[in-house]
């Protein structure tokens, strides 16, 4: 069920709820004094992905030719 950020316009608390989208409308409907608030949505999955082995392969024998390089290679 998807998360909501709202606001109570008289006291200024921020909170979360967790709801359908359509107790979402019946919600609102009946609290004229919450309003809902829209915020960043970060999705994570563990970190970033490695890139392919292949393309590190490459980037690796590059950095290995050039003597001045500053390819970063922390995969």
């Given at each position: 069920?998807?998360?909501?950020?709202?606001i109570?316009?008289?006291t200024g608390?921020?909170?979360?709820?967790?709801?359908s989208?359509?107790d979402?409308?019946?919600?609102l409907s009946?609290?004229?004094?919450?309003s809902q608030?829209?915020?960043?949505?970060?999705i994570s999955?563990?970190?970033e992905?490695?890139?392919?082995q292949?393309?590190?392969?490459?980037?690796?024998?590059i950095?290995?030719k050039?003597?001045?390089n500053?390819i970063?290679t922390?995969?």
């Open positions: 069920m998807p998360i909501y950020s709202f109570n316009n008289e608390e921020e909170f979360t709820e967790s709801m989208m359509h979402l409308d019946a919600y009946t609290h004229p004094n919450i608030i829209f915020s960043k949505v970060t999955r563990g970190g992905p490695k890139p392919p292949v393309f590190r392969d490459l980037v690796n024998n950095k290995k050039n003597k001045h500053t970063e922390t995969w």
